[in-house]
């Protein structure tokens, strides 16, 4: 949002002071995820914004592969983030650490972006790399420990094409190296199961184009948003996203929009239902198989407290539905190509200084 | 000759780079300021929705969020 904040000023703007209260719920697939999360950011001197958030994700997993293959579990991951936002000029430098604790995952990561305003503010290109470390257990194995290493290099710019239209290109180029499957995973070879066997690199690339249009009147505000992703990796997966929505304030301070997304993929080279040959790797992930999803989803926003030049609180809701469908990917149950509805919701507060 | 070209080509361009002039000037910015033109209302929201699909999905990145994530399983 760097390009809005520039009105003719040199200096980059900072993010302004917030603090974000949410609780989320995912249910679907036999799967429940909820749980709060809190976010606080503060700038100091008018040169740094410090900000540090907890995000704790309590997950009721009966999946389709924990009823089939094992017991169903419950188990908690905490997220903590602290970054750091420091203006120089017309750049922002953003430094970021994040921890992600289960108790048979840790993770960490650090990463570095830097934003510049070029074109008289019209303009602004930001460049970001993350380097992440993964350390994978298993419950009941004392003996099993692996490592995972992420690299994220990514590459985006924002352009202002008129008053009233917003266009933005990201390309994003990811690389993995280490245990990079589940060590409760089962694959399928000739019927019978056998622990998945996964390369130890990935390496994958995606592109995304965004455009968001001011389609409003005077006296009515309305935006259209579209966007597209193009990904692709060396495990041979391809896939397709697509997005649009449509928003309007429809009384004052009330925003609401509907959107949809559709995303589409291929499966994974070493990926199989049930494999009749036997191969180096072979998984029966169905994060790797060949299904698609459509989402529909509705937000609505209110602002209910404003003191100008002081704060705006605002509260939301947003609600998704989500019907996942496999391709290749067989519920043992019924002997039928696996496909669930998901229900995503969001309560949250956002409050702006 | 084709050296030329490109000469004068480079020479266009980089001309072209020292004359843009913002053609969208600044007080013509108002509506892209509006909350309705962000593409992002909560950083919380974005990273639950970010979290709930690439848990799920096998694409991922190119989200146009800087820091990118957790590898969380």
């Known amino acids: 949002m760097g390009v809005l904040a520039a009105s003719g000023a040199e200096a980059a703007t900072l993010p302004e002071d917030q603090a974000e209260a949410l609780v989320h719920v995912y249910q679907g697939g036999g799967v429940t995820a909820s749980g709060p999360a809190l976010l606080v950011r503060k700038s100091m001197a008018d040169k740094v914004s410090l900000s540090g958030s907890v995000y704790v994700d309590m997950v009721s997993n009966a999946s389709i592969d924990v009823v089939t293959t094992a017991s169903p579990f419950r188990e908690t991951r905490t997220q903590v983030d602290v970054g750091m936002d420091y203006a120089v000029r017309d750049s922002i430098i953003t430094l970021g650490l994040a921890n992600s604790s289960e108790p048979d995952y840790k993770a960490s990561t650090a990463s570095l972006d830097v934003s510049q305003e070029v074109f008289g503010g019209m303009t602004t290109v930001s460049l970001g790399f993350t380097r992440g470390a993964d350390k994978v257990l298993k419950h009941g194995d004392p003996l099993f420990a692996d490592t995972a290493k992420h690299w994220q290099y990514r590459l985006g710019a924002t352009q202002i094409l008129t008053p009233r239209w917003l266009m933005s290109a990201n390309v994003e180029a990811i690389s993995d190296d280490g245990f990079l499957g589940s060590p409760y995973r089962v694959a399928r070879v000739f019927g019978a199961a056998v622990p998945e066997r996964n390369p130890r690199t990935r390496s994958s690339r995606a592109i995304k184009l965004r455009s968001i249009t001011d389609v409003g009147s005077e006296s009515t505000r309305a935006a259209v948003r579209a966007e597209y992703r193009y990904f692709w990796d060396n495990w041979d997966i391809r896939a397709h996203t697509a997005e649009a929505g449509y928003s309007r304030y429809v009384q004052a301070g009330w925003l609401a929009e509907g959107f949809t997304r559709f995303y589409t993929q291929r499966h994974a080279l070493f990926y199989s239902d049930n494999a009749t040959t036997e191969t180096t790797y072979v998984s029966r992930n169905r994060q790797l198989s060949s299904f698609h999803s459509v989402a529909l989803g509705l937000k609505l926003s209110r602002e209910f407290t404003r003191v100008k030049g002081q704060y705006t609180v605002k509260a939301h809701v947003d609600y998704e539905r989500v019907a996942y469908r496999f391709s290749d990917f067989t519920d043992l149950r019924t002997g039928s190509p696996y496909s669930y509805d998901a229900n995503v919701l969001r309560l949250y507060l956002t409050a702006a200084f | ?73």
């Open chain 2, 1 to 73: 000759m084709n050296k030329l070209l490109c000469l004068i080509a480079v020479s266009v361009l980089l001309g072209g780079c020292a004359s843009v002039e913002p053609w969208v000037k600044p007080y013509e910015r108002e509506r892209l300021a509006d909350p309705i033109m962000q593409w992002s209302h909560s950083a919380l929201a974005d990273k639950h929705r970010e979290h709930t699909l690439v848990v799920r999905e096998g694409a991922r990145g190119a989200t146009g969020v800087q820091g990118g994530g957790c590898g969380c399983n």
